[in-house]
T-cell receptor
Framework: EAGVAQSPRYKIIEKRQSVAFWCNPI?????LYWYQQILGQGPKLLIQ????????DSQLPKDRFSAERLKGVDSTLKIQPAKLEDSAVYLC?????????????FGPGTRLTVT | DQQVKQNSPSLSVQEGRISILNCDYT??????FLWYKKYPAEGPTFLIS?????DKNEDGRFTVFLNKSAKHLSLHIVPSQPGDSAVYFC????????????FGTGTRLTVIP
């Protein structure tokens, strides 16, 4: 079974530029999560999708971050414009069900550096 | 506000000995707890979980203990192996069936051969 795929793996941009990350979840997984992991901290949930609908985006900085999951499969996370404090690893995870009782499978992450 | 805390950023253990990783939480509404393991340049992988109705869950070399009154859980690895060297994250969920996981800051375990 193929795991969660993410691209790019690394990205370096200047502040005020825009960037987009892509995630392809495990086939058949209805729930998709985007996490932000700042160096030295644990992952923090940004947004959760159930199929192509948003379940929780309470911690997404909506003035600069946006995410979509068209057709309930792939997802993109965009930052526009980026700030220095957005430097982090962005993790995508998927799960077969909308519940913490069901294991979340994480992708390798995209390491973003904003200079 | 860090609701899940791992106060030891690193731990070194000799191969074959026991590794004990600790985690504290502040939110009494948490009722489901998980441990994830992370190797460099990879995403976290699920290791073991425990529901608040239990105080112990065991899976092979890994055992998680939960002390609800102290709001504390620990992960025991016995015997420790060099391949266990990784960063371990503790995570908690507010209620069974809820989706949002709150992660700790992680503990880097090094198992010395």
């Amino acid at each position: 079974e193929a795991g969660v795929a993410q691209s790019p793996r690394y990205k370096i941009i200047e502040k005020r530029q825009s960037v987009a990350f892509w995630c392809n979840p495990i086939s058949g997984h209805a729930t998709l999560y985007w996490y932000q992991q700042i160096l030295g901290q644990g992952p923090k949930l940004l947004i959760q999708f159930q199929n192509n609908g948003v379940v929780d985006d309470s911690q997404l900085p909506k003035d600069r971050f946006s995410a979509e999951r068209l057709k309930g499969v792939d997802s993109t996370l965009k930052i526009q414009p980026a700030k220095l404090e957005d430097s982090a690893v962005y993790l995508c995870a998927s799960s077969s069900r909308d519940s913490a009782l069901y294991e979340q499978y994480f992708g390798p992450g995209t390491r973003l550096t904003v200079t | 506000d860090q609701q899940v805390k791992q106060n030891s950023p690193s731990l070194s253990v000799q191969e074959g000995r026991i590794s004990i990783l600790n985690c504290d939480y502040t939110n009494s509404m948490f009722d489901y707890f998980l441990w994830y393991k992370k190797y460099p340049a990879e995403g976290p992988t699920f290791l073991i979980s425990i529901s608040s109705i239990k105080d112990k869950n065991e899976d092979g070399r890994f055992t998680v203990f939960l002390n609800k009154s102290a709001k504390h859980l620990s992960l025991h690895i016995v015997p420790s192996q060099p391949g266990d060297s990784a960063v371990y994250f503790c995570a908690a969920s507010r209620r069974a069936g809820a989706n949002n996981l709150f992660f700790g800051t992680g503990t880097r375990l090094t198992v010395i051969p």
